[in-house]
């Protein structure tokens, strides 16, 4: 099956610096990879996707960024405020509809 | 966010005991899942559904086991609860229109259980 790797595990910026989490996959197969936001005893929710026909997608001060070759993808926030501060999830996905998620980031912006 | 609830949201129970998780739609979204989230394991699959009577096994499934009778209810059996099931549980659900595309997933509220 997918293995899905994420790192870093922890990560701390300064509010308006820029945080950057980074996803490794396995399976060549996967095609879809969802990045969710989770705050502290609440449900992941979506923040963005992309699929394997498109190398970045863009919403606001987020972004996603896939590289198929090296098998793997990317969150990018920029001007990070205090309330982007949660878990950020990865996940990999195949035409199956399994996903395969990473282990989580925990980010804190520093006021 | 999308029409999925979760019962009961805190379960507390002793070990040797049954449970029963339950998740429901309001989306008549084809695929249900089940998830269970550890510190350090992230989210990882215990079943899943593709239709009425259609389920299969994810990657940690021993332990429990699965039914949906009809497409809004998705539930989650602990026959014989052990500690190490204490866990968030948490359902979701995605569409599975024949596209060939894989859909969006969307996640209800989430379960607590703790087995003592």
Known sequence: ?111 | DAGITQSPRHKVTETGTPVTLRCHQTENHRYMYWYRQDPGHGLRLIHYSYGVKDTDKGEVSDGYSVSRSKTEDFLLTLESATSSQTSVYFCAISEGVFTGLTDTQYFGPGTRLTVL
């Not at chain 1, 878990?87 to 912006?109: E, H, M, P, R, W």
């Open chain 1, 1 to 111: 099956g997918e293995n899905v790797e994420q790192h870093p595990s922890t990560l701390s910026v300064q509010e308006g610096d820029s945080a950057v989490i980074k996803c490794t996959y396995s399976d060549s197969a996967s095609n879809y990879f969802p990045w969710y936001k989770q705050e502290l005893g609440k449900r992941p929710q979506l923040i963005i996707d992309i699929r394997s026909n498109v190398g970045e997608k863009k919403d606001q001060r987020i972004a996603v960024t896939l590289n198929k070759t090296a098998k793997h993808f990317s969150l990018h926030i920029t001007e990070t405020q205090p309330e982007d501060s949660a878990v950020y999830f990865c996940a990999a996905s195949n035409t199956g509809n399994q996903f395969y998620f990473g282990t989580g980031t925990s980010l804190t912006v520093i006021p």
